[in-house]
């Protein structure tokens, strides 16, 4: 079973996935700017809607925001002059909303999806991303030791506090969902992840069972709307991405290895859609300099069944 299972991650490499947005360095119109030292750093975030288009956060030109449409073709550039935005989400409604800053403190901002400033919500600190809504219209986002809920219409609802699990890394993950990543602790004994959900309805608390093999695992990615969950693993040999769909009755069911390597820190750097694509934001190099900021789209029919 081991074998079988570690051949199919081996082999199985997707060389399918089409390019959603390609951006240009630069800071022209679609273009976006980045800074290199050490270490390379791509825009802050990236967001997709219900249909289908993409939205950017071009952080190293003035915290501008740029549209997609789902062919790549930009559609206009909202560039906010009150604050910085550092994070994206959007609706069920194709609403855009932001967390920002400001020296007058810090926002919760929502745009029409034409681009006109909607609303302006202040919160009492520091918005951590990620920047999640559900299929409720309700807005989840994390503190460090909590996630926090707001409704659409950014009125506070409550905060979640505490789990029964043994938390390393919280993170307020409830993509289509009422489920919240609340921990992922790591095995001593084998080395793996588990990685700990809570219902935020039910208050039910369940863990996900990594599978054997030398696959190590990151982080939830996302839920389809089918309440499939999607993780990540990481193939230490080849340095690739797998991606791990995991059924509501907790079961990884299929796998998908992407063929492109991250280069330097990319803040959000998947993306789950309703209808369980994944959205896979790269830096590219051409001739040996990165010359791309891309973002490749993977089909749900791309994924393989383990046996």
Not at 12 to 21: D, L, Y
Not at 76 to 95: H, R
Not at 189 to 209: D, P
Request: include cysteine; hydrophobic fraction near 40%; charged fraction near 25%.
């Amino acid at each position: 079973m081991l074998n079988s299972l570690l051949s199919i991650l081996i082999l199985f490499s997707v060389k399918e996935s089409k390019i959603a947005v390609s951006c240009a360095l630069g800071n022209g119109p679609g273009e976006v700017g980045i800074i290199t030292e050490d270490i390379t750093y791509g825009p802050q975030d990236f967001e997709v809607d219900w249909e289908e288009n993409i939205y950017v956060l071009d952080s190293y030109n003035g915290g501008r925001i740029m549209k997609f449409d789902a062919n790549g073709v930009l559609l206009f550039t909202i560039t906010p002059k009150d604050f910085f935005p550092s994070g994206l989400a959007v609706d069920s409604k194709n609403n855009l909303i932001i967390t920002a800053s400001s020296p007058k403190g810090f926002f919760l901002v929502r745009y029409t999806p034409d681009g006109k400033l909607a609303k302006i919500f202040s919160v009492p600190r520091a918005i951590s991303i990620p920047l999640i809504t559900d299929l409720k219209g309700k807005i989840y986002f994390d503190q460090v030791d909590s996630v926090i809920v707001f409704d659409e219409e950014f009125n506070y609802l409550e905060t979640f506090k505490g789990s029964e699990f043994n938390r390393t890394m919280p993170r307020g993950y409830s993509q289509w969902s009422d489920w919240v990543e609340f921990k992922m602790d790591k095995d001593t004994a084998t080395g793996k992840y588990n990685i700990g959900l809570r219902n935020a309805k039910s208050k039910q608390e369940i863990a996900l069972k990594i599978p054997p093999g030398r696959i190590s695992y990151g982080f939830i990615e996302g839920m389809d709307k089918n309440g499939n969950v999607y993780t990540t693993g990481l193939d230490c040999a080849t340095r690739q991405r797998f991606f791990f769909r995991i059924n509501p009755t907790l079961q990884t069911i299929d796998t998908l290895r992407t063929e492109q390597k991250p280069i330097g820190d990319l803040a959000h750097a998947h993306f789950i859609s309703p209808n369980g694509e994944i959205y896979r934001a790269c830096l590219v190099r051409e001739a040996r300099k990165i010359k791309w900021y891309r973002i490749f789209r993977y089909s749900k029919n791309l994924f393989a069944r383990m046996e």
